[in-house]
């Protein structure tokens, strides 16, 4: 776990900057300081406390499957990956993040099926100069 110390220096709240982090290949969240909730989505103001107080912290990038769908109608961006598995993971600490499911047969997956956050090094066509994370087996 790393986390960035100097409280000038903390970066901005925003999804945005959590791509930023993700360009690094780190999974990053917001972290209340004062009560140690996270949040992923980032939020700027802790809505478990209602402190201002927080930090990114480094999130672990294991976890397991709670829900999926494989998907056979997407979205223009993503039609040539069709189909693709989309689903939701647990993360260790709790955090649920969605994403795609990549390197593993479809008919394999199942609920609690072990995976892990990997990074695309590649921004995708139609798609916000962003990079994006997904999962695969772990
Ligand atoms: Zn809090």
Redesign the pocket.
């Known amino acids: 776990m790393e986390k960035l110390n100097s409280k000038a220096e903390e970066p901005p709240f925003t999804i945005e900057q959590f791509f930023k982090f993700l360009k690094e290949k780190k999974l990053m969240a917001a972290k209340?300081i004062?009560?140690?909730?996270l949040y992923l989505p980032p939020k700027p103001i802790?809505t478990?406390?209602?402190?201002k107080e927080l930090n990114w912290t480094q999130l672990g990038t294991k976890g397991r499957l709670i829900t999926y769908t494989v998907i056979h109608i997407a979205p223009e961006q993503f039609q040539k990956n069709i189909p693709y598995a989309y689903g939701i993971i647990e993360l260790e600490n709790g955090l649920r993040i969605p994403g795609i499911i990549k390197g593993i047969e479809h008919e394999k997956l199942k609920v609690g099926t072990e995976l892990e956050v990997d990074f695309e090094t590649e921004p995708s066509p139609n798609w916000p100069q962003w990079p994006r994370y997904y999962f695969k087996p772990a």
Do not use: L, Q
């Open positions: 209340c004062k009560c140690g909730k802790c478990n406390c209602y402190s």
